[in-house]
């Protein structure tokens, strides 16, 4: 008799919406902000990112799930300097463990709140992180 | 898993459990994982431990590298761990309401569940597999709302358990599929090496909080909860006041989080020294076990996890032996068995 007067109390007391109504409530819906959801690489309004090309995250990886493509660029002193070509990154075999943004030294890879990843064809899962034409920020070692 | 039962009428004459449908060799992948990147596979034997389990990787590897990890990552892995333990037996009151034939409770379990998914997700970013216990620490400090919402969790959570008890622990019904159900007696369940609510449910002093304190367990008042019924109604029992002593726990350190670094200064390449290193800790399920068998080089040599589901499994056969086959589910549901924990 106990439980049912608890159960005829939620009966009649229901003034709290608990559940969620996705995916109706995309547009207010708001992740927390260090939610795991997919490797970005943030880049300014002048095309240009943080990433040294260090592989440290290809390093810290523990699936290879990213591959670090490096090319050397020649600075105006004419000296050749490493630089990041591709920065490839397989989405298929992300675990979103969190461990290439931790060993990252530059602050270039961040974790985006995005988490609607399916896709009809598995090859879009295959991402190149650095945008085309994009080049290293002034005064990141 | 797959339980294969030898049946005379409705009484149950053995059960043999075949594993391995979820295995995935945890251990051999850890082999060739360095010591930062291992941690997170275990997120997936035991997820609704998932904390404690890196936890207890955690632990392994500072004991191995003598790295001492500040007061504060102590305190934050002790709360979180705590929180991972209630998650854990909330869920488990839900689905063990459900086995048994009542649907309501599964619901009400998560919605208290939900809340601490959501301290967890600010904190850590993932709602499950959180690979949140780093060596030397935790990977990143406290959200700055984490004190307030888990203020705010025990103060609800505390006028909710007392539903628990009207709905279900009270319940006639209830009660009566439970009491002298699944007999294990303390000699069996030392012999079978159960641990945790399995085996505190018949009398056997077994919790590694009190036993062998780790993280910040020995600067907390908490009393270690025995039954000595050893039916399914006193690992029943425990379960539902460990989620209370888990509350203190949490009461007392939420106010007290050390101000400081929350991750110890380490290499940037672990290496353990050569040698064997063992630890273990108390997840929701009972004692887990990391054994690392070190060379010195990057990787472990080998890895060996005891898991405590496995153990607790073994004893499903002497318990169920004799008794009818509606009467299984109750045993399976108060041992309650995580079966990627037991295949890992």
């Known amino acids: ?56 995250c290809e390093l810290a990886c523990p699936n ?24 490839v990154y397989h989405l298929e075999l992300c675990t979103m463990c969190n461990l290439c943004i931790i060993a990252c030294p530059s602050d270039a890879i961040v974790m985006a709140q995005t988490f609607e990843h399916s896709v009809f064809d598995r090859a879009e899962l295959t991402k190149i992180l650095n945008n085309p034409g994009s080049k290293i920020m002034d005064g990141v070692e | 898993m797959h ?20 295995h995935r060799s945890i251990e051999k992948m850890c ?32 004991k191995g590298m003598q790295i001492e990890v500040p007061e504060r990552a ?9 929180l991972t333990r209630i998650a854990s037996h909330e869920l488990w009151w839900g689905a063990m309401a459900m086995d048994i034939g009542a649907f309501t409770p599964f619901f009400h379990a998560f919605r208290e569940r939900e809340k601490i998914n959501d301290i967890m997700e600010e904190t850590c970013g993932a709602r499950l597999t959180m690979n949140y216990m780093v060596p030397g620490g935790v990977m990143i400090d406290l959200h700055p709302d984490f004190q307030r919402k888990v203020k705010e969790f025990i103060t609800l959570f505390k006028l909710k358990i007392h539903e628990y ?99 110890a200064k380490t290499k940037a390449v672990l290496k353990l020294p050569k040698g064997e290193f063992y630890t273990r800790v108390e997840t929701a399920r009972g004692e887990l076990g990391v054994y690392i068998v070190s060379e010195g080089a990057t ?46």
């Open chain 1, 1 to 56: 008799m106990v439980g049912m007067r608890r159960t005829g109390y939620y009966f009649t007391h229901h003034k709290e919406i608990i559940t969620q109504e996705y995916p109706d409530n995309r547009d207010t819906l708001k992740l927390p902000e260090r939610f795991k959801g997919e490797v970005v690489m943030p880049h300014d309004e002048n095309n240009e990112h943080r990433c040294t090309g260090c592989t440290a």
């Open chain 1, 64 to 87: 290879g799930t990213i591959k670090v493509v490096t090319k050397f660029d020649i600075t105006p002193e004419g000296k050749k300097k490493k630089a990041i070509d591709k920065l």
């Open chain 2, 3 to 22: 339980l294969v039962i030898t049946l005379n009428g409705e009484t149950i004459k053995k059960v043999e459990p075949h594993l391995g449908f979820i």
């Open chain 2, 31 to 62: 082999e060739s994982l360095t010591y930062r990147q291992f941690i997170y596979v275990t997120s997936r034997m035991d997820y609704l431990s998932a904390h404690i389990n890196n936890q207890a990787c955690a632990l392994c590897v500072e």
């Open chain 2, 74 to 82: 102590q305190v934050i892995r002790t709360i979180m761990a705590e």
């Open chain 2, 165 to 263: 008890d009207e709905l279900v622990t009270g319940n006639i019904i209830f009660r009566n599929r439970m009491k002298d159900v699944g007999f294990l007696s303390k000699e069996d369940a030392i012999s079978y090496g159960c641990s945790g609510p399995a085996a505190r449910g018949s009398g056997v002093s077994c919790d590694i909080r009190k036993l062998y304190p780790y993280d910040a367990y020995n600067k907390v008042q908490f009393e270690e909860v025995i039954e000595t019924a050893g039916d399914s109604l006193a690992r029943y029992m425990i379960r539902i006041k460990e989620m209370n002593q888990s509350v203190h726990i949490i009461e007392q350190l939420i106010d007290n989080i050390p101000e400081g670094d929350f991750q």
């Open chain 2, 299 to 344: 990787t472990p040599y080998r890895i060996k996890f005891r898991s405590p589901g496995f153990s607790n499994l073994s004893a499903l056969d002497h318990m169920a032996r004799g008794s009818k086959l509606g009467d299984l589910v109750a045993m399976m549901g108060t041992l309650d068995l995580v079966i990627p924990d037991i295949d890992r």
